[in-house]
């Protein structure tokens, strides 16, 4: 039987199609089968997000009723911008992350859903969390992030690179004896560079400027979230120390260094004596094949040798104030927080360290690298980026780019740089 | 058949005029013309009206703007960092638009007259139909320190290895020389195209004059050319005001020092990376006055330069 239609059922149904499809396309969450549905994302590598597999496929299987949808981006700061457009669109996903230089920003936004009184029927509590990381996830009284997990700059040193540099005295050990001062640090690094070797490498944003400061004693931010390093005669002194060691060469910013010849690189190939950085590299070491037992660990030096809190790197996850299905959304939120959770997805060739209670055998486990118990210390001395520099977007790495380059590059002074820096977060945060 | 049959009808009705379209033709024409200007109305009306009343507020992207005056223009006009935008902007302008339409006219006239034409024109097209990512990406990896170029250099001329896109002085060079090799197969389409149009008698006259053929490129074919090369100029330097996926993806952060930042990497930084829609706005609306003054003063430049036959 045919069957014939006006034009104007055709104009009908054609923008009907498309008005629907447009829909569909834009929803964030939702499912039409009855079962509960759970959008997340976070950014990362395709390497990266193979980390995510095992605890996915552990939570379908336990949660049959609940549709997981993961939409990763690959690169940070793009999963940023994709993530606030979304947000003020009302299509942000339901579950997300936000890094460390982001979340309080967001959470001003009044975009996400408080969680602490949300947390009593699930499988994690507030206080499992390290309190030290926990403070930039809360605003006027209410929590609205938790730590996935966390990354403490530790100094990876390689054993061979200080061996030809006639460096004898082995940091950890040094570290051990709390013996592990920064001259006796400035005196390593200043063998590397007369061995023809690089000293020690550093990646440019906020963890790295502020450990510099607090590990020899300095302020950063008062208690009531004002910066005050240009007025911390400890905190300039260092600044302009380390700054002398970049400019002399010893030291390098691993952003600025060429591609193919990056921090992991001179690492594996012993061209470098410290990198300050996470977990994730023991990936890099053993992706490279070079006999692992050369590298170790050791906390930042400071000026008494003991240990002095630094920054912890950290990523946190939220819930969109908007989910349509609050009840799958805590469900997914928690299991991944949890200590399962975090055991799922850091095991093995996981890339951070956990942020929660009894999770850290996953650190200790392996017996790698030998001082591998320094990024747990590391992690419970030290502290999350400053509530008041993440609260504005971009801040901390506007401060990282614009003035403490120029800083390592000679090009300022520590005093009128950490003034500059002081002028702009009050700009910033009027 | 007779002939009266097959011979046309005596032009006695003057040809159907517009008025007399059936209301339904009009209704087709408008459902056919509707998916364009949708997406104008869409992408590119609603946005600009969106942005212009943005750039007179403060918006983070959230809530409700806040009105400010001419606040965020008083910022963008007194920002170091939209005067080195402009600068870098303009630089890679003026260097890529002359260069790469001289070497596209060169390489069209070439062309011309060679044999297996195709072919050379599947080469030199390539990079304009290839994603500009993927472009960036290879380019990345050729213009490492250790990659192909810096290392062929390194050992052919005896020179330390180059950093093409890690030292201030070369990363904007590298861009533009990036952009003049991606952009110049379009721009060689299009010439090649002008030049079917030069006729080969007034070729011959001016060899018959005794013009060699130096002066007959330049004195000839050039001024025959010059109403492409102002449409092309034109086109080519709004494209270059508008730099910004090559940038973006070929160099980190805007390279060493804002060594390549661009004004719309500029808007962009603002925009998405700071959440100043506001202030963003406004670099804009200043991007598009420049454009205007600069498209201006290439309009009032033909007159001169600009050869019209006929």
Wanted: proline share 5%; glycine share 8%.
């Amino acid at each position: 039987m045919a069957i014939t239609i006006s034009r104007r059922q055709f104009g009908f149904f054609a923008g009907a199609a498309v008005a629907a499809s447009s829909l569909a396309a834009c929803s964030g969450s939702g499912s039409g089968s009855g079962k509960g549905k759970v959008v997340w994302s976070t950014w990362g590598s395709p390497e990266d997000l193979k980390s995510f597999d095992t605890f996915q496929e552990a939570f379908k299987k336990s949660n049959p009723d609940i549709d997981l949808v993961f939409q990763p981006t690959p690169s940070y700061s793009e999963y940023h911008s994709k993530l606030l457009t979304q947000l003020s669109s009302g299509t942000a996903p339901d579950v997300f992350y936000i890094g460390d230089d982001r979340v309080a920003s967001v959470i001003r936004n009044n975009v996400l859903m408080p969680i602490g009184d949300k947390l009593s029927g699930t499988s994690i509590s507030e206080g499992d969390f390290a309190a030290n990381v926990l403070d930039i996830g809360r605003w006027e009284g209410k929590l609205y992030a938790l730590p996935n997990d966390v990354n403490p700059d530790t100094l990876w040193y390689d054993k061979e690179a200080l061996k030809a540099a006639g460096i004898t005295d082995d940091p950890a050990q040094l570290a051990a004896d709390d013996k592990w001062t920064t001259e006796v640090f400035f005196e390593m690094t200043a063998k590397l560079k007369a061995a023809g070797l690089t000293g020690a490498v550093y990646w440019n944003y906020w963890a790295t400027h502020d450990g510099f400061m607090t590990a020899q004693g300095g302020k950063v931010y008062d208690d009531q979230g004002k910066y005050v390093a240009h007025q911390d005669q400890a905190s300039v002194t260092a600044m302009e120390e380390y700054a002398q060691r970049f400019q002399s060469g010893e030291m390098k910013l691993a952003d600025l260094l060429p591609e193919g010849a990056g921090s992991d690189t001179l690492l594996v190939t012993h061209k470098l004596g410290f990198l300050a950085a996470g977990r994730y590299t023991i990936g890099s070491i053993r992706g490279a094949g070079v006999d692992e037992a050369l590298y170790d660990i050791v906390r930042w030096p400071s000026i008494d040798g003991t240990a002095k809190p630094t920054g912890v790197a950290a990523s946190y996850l939220a819930v969109n104030a908007k989910t349509a299905d609050t009840d799958a959304a805590l469900k997914f939120f928690s299991s991944f927080l949890d200590a399962d959770g975090q055991k799922l997805r850091l095991s093995g060739a996981g890339n951070a360290v956990p942020s929660i209670k009894g999770a850290d055998d996953i650190v200790l486990s392996e017996n790698y690298p030998a001082h591998a118990q320094t990024m747990l210390d590391m992690r419970d001395i030290g502290y999350s980026n400053f509530a008041t520099e993440a609260a504005v977007p971009d801040l901390s790495n506007q401060i990282s780019v614009e003035l403490m380059q120029p800083l390592y590059e000679g090009k300022s002074d520590a005093k009128t740089t950490l003034e500059a820096v002081a002028k702009l977060v009050e700009e910033k945060t009027a | 058949m007779s002939a009266a049959a097959i011979r046309p009808a005596p032009p006695t009705a003057a040809p159907p005029a517009r008025k007399s379209w059936r209301a339904g033709d009009r209704r087709w024409g408008m459902l056919f013309v509707a998916p364009q200007a949708i997406g104008m109305l869409l992408f590119t009306l609603i946005p600009f009206v969106f942005a212009f009343v943005l750039a007179f507020t403060e918006w983070n992207g959230f809530g409700l703007p806040r009105y400010i005056g001419f606040d965020n223009f008083r910022d963008q006009l007194t920002s170091p960092l939209l005067g080195r935008s402009i600068i870098n902007t303009l630089i890679i302008a003026v260097i890529t638009v002359p260069i790469g339409l001289f070497l596209a006219i060169l390489v069209a006239t070439a062309l011309n007259k060679i044999k297996g034409r195709p072919f050379y024109m599947v080469l030199f097209f390539t990079p304009v139909v290839t994603s500009t990512v993927a472009i960036a990406l290879i380019w990345q990896q050729i213009l490492r320190p250790d990659g192909v170029l810096s290392d062929f250099m390194s050992r052919t001329l005896g020179i330390p290895q180059i950093d093409w896109l890690g030292d201030p002085r070369l990363a904007l060079l590298a861009v533009c020389a990036v952009t003049i090799w991606s952009s110049m197969g379009l721009n060689i389409v299009i010439f090649m195209a002008g030049l079917q149009n030069v006729s080969p008698s007034v070729l011959e006259a001016a060899a018959i004059d005794g013009a060699g053929p130096v002066s007959r490129f330049f004195k000839v074919i050039l001024p025959l050319l010059s109403p492409i090369i102002f449409y092309q100029s034109v086109v080519a330097f709004i494209s270059s005001l508008q730099t910004f996926d090559l940038v973006f993806i070929l160099v980190k952060n805007a390279g060493p020092d804002n060594a390549t930042r661009t004004i719309v990497y500029h808007i962009y930084d603002l925009g998405f990376a700071k959440s100043q829609f506001g202030i963003s706005s406004a670099a804009s609306i200043i991007l598009l006055l420049l454009t205007l003054l600069i498209t201006a003063l290439q309009f009032a430049a033909q007159k001169r330069f600009v050869h019209y036959e006929g």
